[in-house]
């Protein structure tokens, strides 16, 4: 279910089977949404983007693009 709410925030209720279908569908939107529950979702995607971060951080050595 969709809802909007008075301050312009839209609260979305997804379904799901796997935890992992979520937490990829969510880190699209990284700093424009926020997991409010269940607990265990929120902890899921907070160690995805973090791990994500992680990457960029690290990434010294970035690829290179294709030559065309």
């Known amino acids: 279910t ?3 709410e008075p301050d312009g925030h839209i609260h979305l209720t997804l379904p799901y089977l796997h935890q992992r279908e979520p937490v ?6 990284a700093g ?3 997991v409010l529950a269940p607990p265990s979702l ?3 995607v ?3 983007m973090r791990a994500g ?4 951080r690290a990434g010294e050595e970035v690829a290179q693009p294709v030559s065309q």
């Open 24 to 29: 990829r569908a969510l880190l699209r939107f």
């Open 53 to 56: 971060l992680e990457k960029h």
């Open 42 to 44: 929120r902890s899921a």
């Open 46 to 48: 907070i160690h995805a």
């Open 32 to 34: 424009e949404a926020e």
């Open 2 to 4: 969709q809802t909007l």
